[in-house]
């Protein structure tokens, strides 16, 4: 690891990887799936619809998940 990377503190080096996460998420067309990853993604939509099961709110799980902290 860089030295000056391993003198900043924990908290900013975090901030760093998420800010450089969120620039790398922003540009998703920048990174093409290879043919393999657009079938398996494919698969993946095609089991979720074939389901019929739509889950449920993300809020209804966050509720049922602190209940259980």
């Known amino acids: ?7 900043m503190p ?3 080096r975090i901030r760093l990887v998420e800010d450089l996460w969120d620039s790398i998420a922003s540009d998703q ?3 093409p799936l290879t043919p393999e990853q657009r079938v398996e993604l494919d698969q993946r939509l095609d089991a ?17 998940i602190r209940k259980r902290l």
């Open 1 to 7: 690891m860089n030295a000056k990377l391993r003198k």
């Open 48 to 64: 979720i619809e074939a389901d019929g099961n739509p889950g449920r709110p993300a809020e209804e799980a966050i509720v049922e």
């Open 29 to 31: 067309n920048a990174l």
């Open 10 to 12: 924990l908290g900013a």
